[in-house]
């Protein structure tokens, strides 16, 4: 009897054209980029956590939810978030998630899961240039910026 799996197909398809991406410079563009791509209608209701997609010019490919939670947090599975990077063959990310409740300060956990992500990324050369946390009011705090990246 033969056995059957099922195939695989992974596919990247992107319609806008390179020179009309938005480039990132520095935290703010990052920040401003991600603010005005998020649903204000949630922003203060729910923790979710999104990765911003960089080519090697770090131009935005795109932005990807990974994660949809509660109130006070959201659990990401790394191994999903990777299966976004290495499909759409990103060589760098910007991390994003808010905080409903208008706090800057990263948790605990905040900093535990941008260091697991970034020695995980360093394995497949895909540099975590930032990790942002977004307010309700369009504020934000960079973990770059501030030293703990």
């Not at 948790?107 to 050369?125: R, Y």
């Not at 895909?126 to 934000?140: E, M, N, S």
Request: aromatic share 6%; glycine share 6%; charged share 20%.
């Amino acid at each position: 009897m033969k056995s059957k799996v099922n195939e695989i197909a992974i596919s990247y398809s992107g319609s806008t054209k390179t020179n009309l991406l938005p480039k990132v410079t520095c935290s703010q563009s990052a920040a401003d980029i991600a603010y005005s791509q998020w649903n204000k209608n949630n922003i203060e209701l729910n923790e979710t956590f999104k990765i911003m997609l960089l080519n090697n010019a770090n131009k935005v490919k795109g932005i990807c939810e990974v994660s949809n939670g509660g109130i006070t947090g959201t659990l990401v599975d790394v191994r999903i978030l990777f299966a976004v990077l290495l499909k759409s063959l990103t060589t760098a990310v910007i991390l994003i998630h808010n905080h409903p409740s208008g706090t800057l300060k990263p948790s605990e956990a905040d900093k535990n899961l941008t260091q697991k992500i970034k020695k995980a990324g360093e394995l497949f050369d895909i540099k975590v240039l930032d990790h942002l946390i977004l307010t309700p009011d369009g504020d934000y705090y960079s973990f770059a910026d501030n030293g703990i990246l």
